[in-house]
């Protein structure tokens, strides 16, 4: 029921911004927690931040620092992560996320888009 697909990546240098975008294909768009995760070459998979699908309550990873913001626009099927004053750690391949309304794990996963931040 779910086919997520980001886009938005590429590369910036330290200090910019980005937004990611990840649309989704679905038709319960609304009842759906989204998550951003990120990863690194021979790294695990890492948490970055999430939105609830009804109170729209955010969460972010210890690293962003108040430099992310996640939100969502349930029109559209979409939700976005906007990025600001990048730093060289945050390069990785940065994937969506998608689980139905508050169940404990992350089912449906969009296939990625990287980001890359130079010096």
């Known amino acids: 029921q779910v086919q997520l697909v980001e886009s938005g990546g590429g590369l910036v240098q330290a200090g910019g911004s980005l937004r990611l975008s990840c649309a989704d294909s679905?038709?319960?768009?609304?009842?759906?927690?989204m998550g951003w995760f990120r990863q690194t070459p021979g790294k695990e998979r890492e948490f970055v931040g999430s939105?609830?699908?009804?109170?729209?309550?955010?969460k972010y990873a210890d690293f962003v620092k108040g430099r992310f913001t996640i939100s969502r626009d349930d029109a559209k099927s979409t939700v976005y992560l906007q990025m600001n004053d990048l730093t060289p750690e945050d390069t990785a391949v940065y994937y969506c996320?998608?689980?139905?309304?508050?169940?404990?794990?992350?089912?449906?996963w969009g296939q990625g888009t990287q980001v890359t931040v130079s010096s």
């Open positions: 939105i609830s699908w009804s109170t729209r309550s955010t």
């Open positions: 679905g038709r319960a768009f609304s009842e759906y927690s």
């Open positions: 996320a998608a689980r139905y309304r508050s169940f404990m794990n992350y089912n449906y």
